[in-house]
Structure formats: structure tokens, C-alpha cells
């Protein structure tokens, strides 16, 4: 089972590059801290990405909320990338016929196709949505790959049952693009057939909704610690927003940077604990 073995062993039998690159990172860097920057001012876009930079494998981005985005900000993302070695994941959440979300994904002014290593989508709209994906994404040059939404992390999310089992079974139809999930546990073998061959399947599993100090926010937001998180749930990726960066207002690049190491090793400790078991 994917989730007992290091990182390193992963990375280097992957065959999605975004999902190795991704792996190879985390082991490098000793990190499988994802952070969230979920603020509207580009200057406090760029000035917590500086400084967590050091201990993530992965930022999180909502270009979108941006007030005052303008194309240079991705250009200054990708080398922010390149120079502190993390991946890149905007969290658009497609959900559209396939033909709309690559448009999406490749054209208006976000370009998102250009710049993202990781995406995701909702499952809703069937496998069209990942052909739509997949048209734009497969043909780039660059490492590319999309996430799944089969669960999420708030209070009556509708993403559970058949829905989830669903979400794995188209997955599991697209590998070479399909990197894994946004989830709140491991899916490998999920809804399985005999004839699915799940020996050598190894979705990545990224999981929001961890803090380890709330429980929750007032807007249905669930928090569980990254121990719940990657230990027993066997998640691979710690999403942390809040946690580290605070309100997103009158940033405290001290703190920031306190919080980002202490979520590192918090994540990095429970990925030890379940790999060593
Ligand atoms: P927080 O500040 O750690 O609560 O932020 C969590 C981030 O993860 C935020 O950007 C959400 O849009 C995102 N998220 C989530 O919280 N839960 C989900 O199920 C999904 C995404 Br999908």
C-alpha cells in the first residue's frame, strides 16, 4: 500500500511528472506542509509566500481574490517556485462541461494552464470534465496533473457514500492525469472491480481542513490535527491556511514563519510515525 511507503520509494515509481515532482519535493524538503495563501493584496500574497517558502512542498493559491492581480503575478510565482523548490496548486475547483473548463483552465485572464502545476475538479459533471482537463493539460510541456474532489472538509458536505466511491472510479480510469484526491483519507481500492488492476495505483491524497489549535471556523470549516490528518487517515499532504497565515490582514512575518515550521514538523513527525509503523 502506497501510504506505508516513504515519499521517496513513490516519487520514483509515479508515472504522472506534477505527481514525481511533486513526491520528490516533499522528500527533499522534508515537507508535506501545503500552505494556503488565502489573502486579496498581492504584496501579502508574495510577502507569506517569501517567507514560508522554506518549509512547504506546495503553495496553495485562489488567484482569483486577488483585488490587484495582473499577469506579472504569476510570472513572479513560477520563479518563486523554481528558486525555493515547491509546487504550484490553484484551487479553481472546476466543475463544468469539458469543453467550458478548458477554456477555463487554459484562456482568460489567469492563463491558469500556464502557471499550475496542480489543479482539481469536482467529479460532479462526470468523466467529461477530466477530457476537458486533460486536452489542455495533457498536451502542455510542462508537468501537469489535477486532483479530484471526493470528499471535502466542511460540516455537511454532500461528497460522501456512492459519491466518493464514484469520484475513485473515475479517477481510476484517467491515472496518467488524475493524481489523486482532495480527501479526508486514503482512496486506493475504493469501489474497486477484480478486473482493476489497483496493485500498482498510488493516488495522492491532499487533505484541507487541518489546524492545531481550532476545531473550526463559524462557516462550517472542520479542523483535525495533522497526526488524525496523515497518521491514521494515511493522508499525504497537510492543507493549512488560517493555521499559519492568521486572518490574511496585518501580517506578522514572525508568527507566519513560527507557525510554517511548526505545521512542517507537526506533518513531517506524523508521516514518520505512519511510514515506520
Ligand atoms: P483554512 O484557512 O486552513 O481553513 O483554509 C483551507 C483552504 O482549503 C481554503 O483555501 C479552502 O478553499 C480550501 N478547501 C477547504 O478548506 N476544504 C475543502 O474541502 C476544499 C478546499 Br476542496
Given at each position: 500500500a502506497?501510504?506505508?511507503?516513504?515519499?521517496k520509494?513513490?516519487a520514483?515509481?509515479?508515472?504522472?511528472?506534477a505527481?514525481?515532482?511533486l513526491?520528490r519535493c516533499?522528500?527533499a524538503?522534508k515537507?508535506?506542509?501545503?500552505v494556503?495563501v488565502?489573502?486579496t493584496r498581492?504584496?501579502?500574497f508574495f510577502?507569506?509566500?517569501?517567507?514560508v517558502?522554506?518549509?512547504?512542498?506546495?503553495?496553495?493559491?485562489h488567484?482569483d481574490?486577488l483585488e490587484?492581480?495582473?499577469?506579472s503575478?504569476t510570472?513572479k510565482l513560477?520563479e518563486?517556485s523554481?528558486?525555493?523548490?515547491?509546487l504550484?496548486?490553484?484551487?479553481?475547483?472546476?466543475a463544468?462541461?469539458?469543453?467550458?473548463?478548458?477554456l477555463?483552465y487554459s484562456s482568460g485572464?489567469h492563463?491558469?494552464?500556464?502557471?499550475a502545476?496542480?489543479?482539481?475538479?469536482?467529479p460532479?459533471?462526470g468523466?467529461?470534465v477530466?477530457?476537458g482537463?486533460?486536452?489542455?493539460?495533457?498536451?502542455?510541456?510542462?508537468?501537469?496533473g489535477?486532483l479530484?474532489?471526493?470528499?471535502?472538509?466542511t460540516?455537511?458536505?454532500?461528497?460522501t457514500g456512492?459519491?466518493t466511491t464514484?469520484?475513485v472510479r473515475?479517477?481510476?480510469?484517467?491515472?496518467e492525469?488524475?493524481?489523486g484526491?482532495i480527501?479526508?483519507r486514503?482512496?486506493?481500492g475504493i469501489?474497486a472491480s477484480?478486473?482493476?488492476?489497483i496493485a500498482?495505483?498510488d493516488?495522492?491524497?491532499?487533505a484541507?481542513g487541518v489546524?492545531l489549535?481550532?476545531k473550526?471556523d463559524?462557516m462550517g470549516?472542520?479542523?483535525r490535527t495533522?497526526a488524525?490528518?496523515?497518521?491514521?487517515?494515511?493522508?499525504?499532504?497537510i492543507?493549512?491556511g488560517r493555521?499559519?497565515?492568521g486572518t490574511?490582514?496585518?501580517?506578522d512575518?514572525?508568527e507566519?514563519?513560527?507557525q510554517?515550521?511548526r505545521?512542517?514538523?507537526?506533518g513531517?513527525?506524523?508521516?514518520?510515525?505512519?511510514?515506520t509503523k
Open positions: 502506497p501510504h506505508l511507503q516513504s515519499y520509494d513513490r520514483e515509481k509515479h508515472t504522472n511528472p505527481a514525481r515532482a513526491l516533499m522528500d524538503k515537507s508535506n506542509l501545503a494556503s488565502d489573502v498581492t504584496k501579502d510577502d507569506i509566500i517569501e517567507t517558502a522554506p518549509y512547504v512542498c506546495l503553495i496553495k493559491t488567484v481574490i490587484d492581480w495582473e499577469p503575478v510570472a513560477q518563486l523554481r528558486m525555493h523548490d515547491f504550484i496548486f490553484e484551487d479553481r475547483k472546476f463544468d462541461i469539458g469543453n467550458t473548463v478548458a477555463q485572464i492563463k491558469i494552464s500556464d502557471w502545476h496542480i489543479v482539481n475538479a469536482h460532479v459533471p468523466p467529461s477530466i477530457t482537463l486533460a486536452s489542455v493539460g495533457m498536451k502542455s510541456k510542462e508537468e501537469r489535477v479530484l474532489l471526493a470528499e471535502m472538509s460540516k455537511g458536505a454532500l461528497t456512492s459519491y464514484d469520484a473515475m479517477a481510476r480510469q484517467h491515472r492525469f488524475i493524481i484526491f480527501a479526508q486514503r482512496m486506493e469501489g477484480a478486473t482493476d488492476n500498482d495505483e493516488f495522492l491524497i491532499l484541507p489546524g489549535d481550532a473550526g463559524a470549516q472542520q479542523y495533522p488524525e490528518v496523515v497518521t491514521e487517515c494515511g493522508c499525504d499532504v492543507i493549512v493555521g499559519i497565515i490574511g490582514r496585518n501580517i512575518a514572525e507566519v514563519k513560527r510554517a515550521q505545521y512542517q514538523s507537526a513531517w513527525e506524523a508521516y514518520e510515525n505512519r511510514v
